[in-house]
């Protein structure tokens, strides 16, 4: 239907001029009539199936409404996270994805709103353009490291999947905070348009003639730890002069970051450089609270601990109108009229793949033990063989349960069950899945579109399901603000885990990949036995997070 050209019939004809044309309007009970009639008719004759679909159809149109009251639109600014300066057609999920969480578990400091306002305000003097950008590149090019300069950088470059550069993109942004530093993200082919821009008046994105962004590794010789090992930097400042710029690689090396990387007397060192460029896979976010000198900061930013990532995320995170596109219509299609939305999250890791049949009973036990889907019966039909009376619609609850997996076949078996018999409990639940690419496609911009599109509908849900290790599902829960429930790692002695799943102490991601604190020190102390913020992470052991 071509509304605009309704709208502009409808200016062209306001409701004198129908009086004079005598021509009656039809009326609202009249509109409703015709569109019930014929689903009348077909719950008569087809029975549960229809009376789904009136259900919800109601239901859709009740949450239609509600979506666009005042009540709805209160928080677009998301307690001040967001600044109101932006065009809102540029990016549509900006100021809508609140209509659609849940109210926040954390209220915002009015010191955080500050330190961001703050720091866009820094990002418009020294960000791409401005002349103060082009003096410090030239600069960096001369190989001229030393000096207080007006502006100072971390570049972030991209690395592993999605849910990882998410992480590590927040963790940056955290420490360019702490450290009045702009950040500068490094957009390949496959991330082009998929987040806004989240600053006013400014870009994040480095420049694609920007000199340094690739080739990085920890064996690198503009590596901070290498860079230590050689001389060429030293804790007491007697290394000489600085290089035009310092690598920092925080990419874990078997589920540990490097030495001297969160160690406070070599964050003195690395605050003396203008440039910094950044590799993380990792939520590193958790380690600077382990800096003492950032922790007052950190502390003033972040009352409740465990909002860090699900403030900043809300904040910086904005999908592009295509990726939006992709939500709003699988969002605004199948799920905005459930009464309750339930997201399951599966993630196969290639190199330890649990067997489908493995995985679907732990995900029918942690459901099904914790009340989130209801048993089904064999008994679809009557013993006189005829469908059993639909329930009337003003008393069946509908339940949308989102699947989110590579692999569609705990889509096809879920949905096989709840379509095939009715549940014990009288609800109607309905099973969808968005899309299954099969395998991981970090390098397609499609693919990741998807994904992000996928991450955002995990987190409308009203409870979330989701797998141990995945920075997906991490991602996803802290932007909800929801702690879900974590299927427990596999015993894969006995191919079975004791406890399906259970529900972690914070919202906040794991840090996988904690830093040595040996630092100058003769040992490595645990920060989760001395730190009463920190514990380690309920499906990683030797993982650290955040938590009150």
Not at 113 to 142: I, K, M, Q
Not at 286 to 295: E, G, K, M, S, T
Not at 322 to 331: L, M, N, T
Request: with cysteine.
């Amino acid at each position: 239907m071509d509304t605009d050209k309704l709208g502009e019939e409808a200016a062209a004809h306001p409701p004198e001029a129908e009086k004079r044309r005598g021509v009656a309007a039809p009326g609202a009970a009249t509109v409703l009539v015709l569109v019930a009639l014929p689903l009348m008719l077909v719950s008569y004759f087809f029975g549960d199936l229809a009376a789904d679909t009136v259900v919800r159809l109601h239901r859709f149109k009740e949450s239609s409404s509600s979506s666009s009251s005042p009540a709805a639109a209160a928080d677009r600014l998301l307690g001040g996270l967001l600044s109101p300066e932006f065009d809102e057609a540029s990016c549509l999920s900006r100021y809508e994805a609140s209509s659609r969480w849940k109210p926040s578990p954390f209220r915002v400091s009015p010191y955080l709103v500050e330190r961001l306002r703050r720091y866009e305000a820094n990002h418009r003097r020294c960000g791409p353009g401005t002349a103060r950008y082009r003096d410090a590149v030239a600069r960096l090019r001369s190989g001229d490291g030393d000096g207080d300069a007006e502006c100072r950088y971390v570049v972030w470059l991209p690395i592993q999947g999605l849910g990882n550069r998410m992480l590590s993109l927040v963790s940056t942004f955290l420490y360019a905070l702490l450290t009045g530093r702009v950040v500068l993200v490094h957009e390949p082919p496959e991330m082009e348009g998929l987040f806004c821009e989240p600053f006013p008046g400014t870009s994040w994105l480095l420049p694609p003639d920007f000199p340094y962004k690739g080739g990085f590794s920890a064996a690198s010789n503009e590596s901070y730890v290498n860079m230590l090992k050689n001389g060429v930097v030293r804790h007491d400042g007697d290394g000489g002069a600085l290089p035009p710029y310092v690598y920092l690689h925080l990419e874990q090396i078997h589920l540990r970051l490097q030495n001297h990387t969160f160690c406070e007397e070599d964050h003195r060192v690395l605050d003396r450089f203008n440039w910094m460029v950044l590799r993380s896979d990792s939520y590193f976010a958790v380690a600077l609270f382990l800096v003492p000198a950032y922790r007052a900061e950190l502390d003033r930013m972040f009352p409740a601990k465990g909002s860090v990532f699900h403030h900043l995320g809300r904040y910086l995170f904005h999908p592009g109108n295509r990726a939006w596109g992709i939500v709003e219509r699988f969002y605004d299609g199948y799920l905005a009229g459930a009464d309750e939305r339930l997201g399951i999250q599966v993630r196969i890791v290639p190199q330890m793949a649990v067997p489908f049949d493995v995985m679907y009973e732990q995900i029918l036990r942690c459901t099904r033990e914790h009340g989130l889907l209801p048993q089904v019966t064999s008994t679809s039909e009557s013993a006189g063989g005829r469908p059993p009376p639909p329930p009337t619609a003003t008393a069946t609850k509908v339940k949308a349960v989102l699947v989110v997996s590579l692999k569609r076949e705990y889509y096809d078996k879920l949905h096989g069950a709840y379509y095939t018999n009715a549940t014990a409990s009288g609800e109607v639940v309905a099973v969808y899945q968005p899309s299954h690419d099969g395998d991981q496609h970090t390098e397609a911009r499609a693919h990741n579109e998807r994904a992000l599109a996928e991450i955002y509908l995990l987190s409308f849900s009203d409870a979330v399901v989701t797998t141990a290790w995945s920075t997906f599902g991490y991602v996803a829960h802290a932007l909800a603000g929801v702690r879900p429930w974590q299927l427990a790692p596999l015993d894969w002695g006995k191919m079975r885990a004791d406890v399906a799943c259970a529900r972690p102490a914070s919202v906040e991601p794991c840090l996988h990949s904690p830093p040595p604190l040996v630092c100058r020190a003769r040992r490595d102390r645990d920060p989760a036995a001395h730190l009463p913020f920190l514990r380690h992470c309920e499906d990683v052991p030797a993982g650290l997070k955040l938590f009150d």
